[in-house]
């Protein structure tokens, strides 16, 4: 069981002290887990200048002994899995299970990426002069800066920080500060398998300060954020002015479309997975069925049934499949969302409260919630809620479902059910999100695929995959003459 009092930054492979102390709170009771300190700006330039330093030597480390290290990484988080998992539920509240799966999909990234270290690939081509040769390789860009979410808080860290490792840059991260704990557990890991001092290195603290200081630090050269649209656009804005790249994952307001032919038990199945799994605290979370109407009657009965059988409460507890959500923050932000969608008319059949009595009143409780009858253009609709509600939305044809998928600012993931090959090829290729399930929830993004979204959802670069080399890599060009004269380009070629 996880029983540190008092966490450390982690800066040049020490635990170091600095900032006032702050409680981390178990969402599933209330109770003080463990403190953090919260860092000034001077721990941010601390830190910066050990990564700094520590990169020059890293990016001289041939990357298959980068890899070497991130093996011994995946190999300690599969040794340490569940305690990994525990400690995931304590600090945020998602059941068990969900925990084990998201560490996996840590230790899934760890082993990928160092796989990448005997590829990294990068293109030999022909040059257009003789005796010249061209190719482009993959270089490290220099100190990376990393600033995650709570919702999955070492699934998204280790899409960040293996592929920027094991390109040869080092790291300085910001954890959320609900969930320090896999930062903790993380950098113990790392220090474990051997990765050299100030390769990695954590700092606590708020988004206003810590944050701020690492998207305003100029040798800070990349920042990789996932977290909300008005966070993520303030970032944008800042670092655009300092010429700074920035990739950027911003949620969600992801569809199951339910069409006339579809199985409709697996798409009741499928709902309810993404939509309440982790209480719908997903990027990925399902949080409108758009159905056609000809079935829309019999998938509201289904999901009532449905509905009314999931287990609700602490997440230590196997039997419950349904968590906490974080904070009283995430709480109020719901129902704020209940109030809207009454007043805007929506049809409330199930939930749309939160739940005090007995052993929920010692946690942060919603019940699941379903809408009906929900217009397109209504708030709830259109904002992601980030929280275990649905809404419904009718339609007439494939064509308006698809329509009503796009019309939102949002475009990370969507789902269809239908088993017409037809409908499956033309919604692959109009739905306008960076994924798609067909005959699947909308969660369950495996590591080894590009993760991000278009529109609203970010600004056009993907975490994990080998894509996510393109954010922790500049592209170099290199020609190498060998015909012992000068020879020039475009000129010099008859
Ligand atoms: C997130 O919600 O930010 O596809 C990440 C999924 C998970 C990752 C979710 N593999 O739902």
Redesign the pocket.
């Known amino acids: 069981m996880f029983d540190t009092k008092q966490l450390s930054h982690y800066i040049d492979g020490e635990w170091v002290e600095g900032g006032e102390f702050t409680s981390v709170i178990n969402p599933a009771t209330k109770k003080e887990i463990v403190q953090i300190p919260l860092a000034d700006a001077s721990k941010v330039d601390e830190a910066v200048a050990t990564a700094k330093r520590a990169q020059k030597e890293w990016a001289l480390v041939p990357a298959p002994q980068r890899a070497e290290v991130l093996f011994e990484v995946g190999r300690l988080m599969k040794e340490k899995k569940e305690h990994l998992a525990n400690a995931l539920t304590l600090e945020n509240g998602k059941v068990l299970e969900e925990a084990r799966g998201e560490v996996q999909?840590g230790i899934d990234m760890a082993f990928y990426m160092a796989g990448e270290g005997r590829r990294l690939f990068g293109h030999t081509t022909n040059a257009e002069l003789k005796d010249k040769f061209a190719m482009s390789v993959r270089a490290p860009v220099g100190v990376v800066g990393i600033i995650t979410?709570w919702?999955?808080p070492i699934?998204?860290a280790t899409w960040k920080s293996f592929p920027a490792i094991v390109a040869g840059n080092t790291v300085v991260w910001k954890p959320a500060t609900e969930t320090p704990i896999m930062a903790f557990e993380l950098a113990k890991i790392f220090e474990q398998a051997g990765l050299p001092k100030g390769v990695v290195n954590v700092v606590f603290g708020k988004g206003g300060t810590v944050g701020d200081a690492m998207v305003h630090h100029p040798d800070i050269r990349v920042i990789s954020f996932?977290g909300s649209n008005e966070t993520g656009s303030h970032i944008a804005g800042e670092c655009g002015r300092q010429l700074k790249k920035v990739s950027l994952e911003m949620g969600g307001k992801n569809a199951v479309i339910v069409m006339d032919d579809a199985d409709l038990s697996l798409a009741v199945e499928g709902i309810l997975w993404s939509a309440f799994g982790t209480s719908g605290q997903?990027?990925?979370a399902c949080s409108r069925v758009i159905v056609h109407e000809k079935v829309k009657d019999e998938l509201e009965q289904r999901l009532l049934t449905e509905m009314k059988k999931l287990t609700i409460g602490n997440g230590m507890d196997e039997a419950n499949k349904v968590g906490p959500i974080i904070n009283q923050a995430g709480l109020d932000k719901i129902n704020d969302y209940m109030k809207i969608g009454k007043e805007e008319g929506a049809i409330l059949l199930a939930g749309g409260f939160e739940l005090t009595e007995g052993d929920f009143a010692q946690g942060y409780y919603f019940a699941p919630t379903l809408f009906t009858d929900v217009k397109i253009d209504m708030r709830i609709a259109q904002e992601e809620i980030f929280g275990p509600v649905v809404s419904l939305i009718p339609v007439g044809s494939f064509e308006e479902a698809i329509e009503a998928n796009n019309d939102v600012a949002y475009g990370l993931s969507s789902s269809i059910f239908t088993n017409d090959v037809n409908q499956v090829f033309k919604a692959q290729r109009d739905l306008d999100t960076g994924i798609v399930y067909v005959n699947a929830g909308t969660?369950?993004?495996e590591i080894h695929l590009p993760f991000g979204g278009t529109k609203g959802t970010g600004n056009g670069h993907r975490d994990s995959g080998v894509q996510a080399l393109d954010v922790f890599t500049e592209w170099k060009a290199v020609y190498v003459d060998y015909s012992g004269k000068l020879q020039r380009a475009q000129i010099d070629t008859e």
């Open positions: 999909e979410p919702n999955f699934a998204i996932t997903r990027c990925t969660t369950g993004a």
